[in-house]
């Protein structure tokens, strides 16, 4: 409160931490008995990835430059019964749907970038032919290009369902161009990273999607803390 910022919780948080229930009832409850404090005392929640993207959605075609990051008070009241059930243990169908869900996106996001590379190997030498200092560069240029556009594309199908083509590239160059889309920009500048990334070392750490779905989750934050030592390598590039 003394330098007037606070703390942002999201969902990848709650996920990390339900985990843990697979283990150890015991543990999972101590955790959640320890989030909930913050929870109750009313730490910011931030939203997940993919409503992040619709909410700059909307903020395109209602032509404003402001996007919903944070819970609405409803939201927020949902996140609240969420944690006091699982700090008494109670992992029902919602929870397990929920990590099912995320164990999902994790999966692909670990198999996706090598099994795809292994399709194209004209990819993987473009990519392979990308040198680690000009990957600013690099990026900048693929975002706002075909590729970008193409990527973003696949993560509007994700949220939306298939849609014309003649509307899904229209939505997709829209965020790309729009300042205020810090989200869309994030996600393709990481399916690009993890494509790089996985063309010069074989494959991606099993963790490393997750921690991406981390830092993409601070596209609306001031600040992105991390004591993780890989995630400094990344967070500028996906971020920028």
Not at 52 to 77: F, G, I, K, Q
Not at 84 to 107: C, M, N, P, Y
Not at 131 to 157: R, Y
Request: net charge negative; hydrophobic share 40%; with cysteine.
């Amino acid at each position: 409160e003394r330098c007037d910022s606070s703390l942002a919780l999201s969902g990848q948080n709650v996920y990390e931490l339900a985990l843990t229930f697979q283990n150890s009832v015991e543990r999972g409850m101590e955790l959640f008995r320890y989030l909930k404090v913050y929870v109750d005392a009313g730490i910011v929640g931030a939203y997940d990835n993919l409503d992040l993207l619709r909410a700059e959605v909307h903020a395109l075609y209602a032509h404003d430059d402001s996007v919903v990051a944070y819970y609405s008070p409803a939201d927020y009241d949902a996140l609240k019964t969420e944690v006091a059930k699982l700090a008494e243990g109670i992992v029902d169908q919602r929870a397990q749907s929920f990590l099912s869900k995320r164990k999902g996106l994790a999966k692909a996001g670990r198999e996706e970038p090598k099994t795809h590379l292994e399709q194209r190997p004209d990819m993987k030498a473009r990519l392979l032919a990308v040198p680690e200092n000009e990957l600013v560069v690099w990026l900048d240029e693929q975002v706002s290009g075909e590729v970008g556009t193409a990527l973003l594309i696949g993560h509007l199908n994700n949220v939306y369902g298939p849609a014309s083509a003649d509307a899904a590239k229209s939505t997709a160059q829209g965020l790309l161009q729009h300042p205020a889309s810090r989200e869309a920009k994030a996600l393709v500048r990481a399916d690009l990273y993890l494509h790089w990334r996985c063309a010069r070392r074989g494959s991606n750490p099993r963790d490393l999607p997750d921690d991406v779905y981390h830092v993409l989750n601070a596209a609306y934050c001031d600040v992105c803390a991390t004591a993780d030592s890989g995630q400094k390598e990344y967070v500028a590039l996906l971020l920028s």
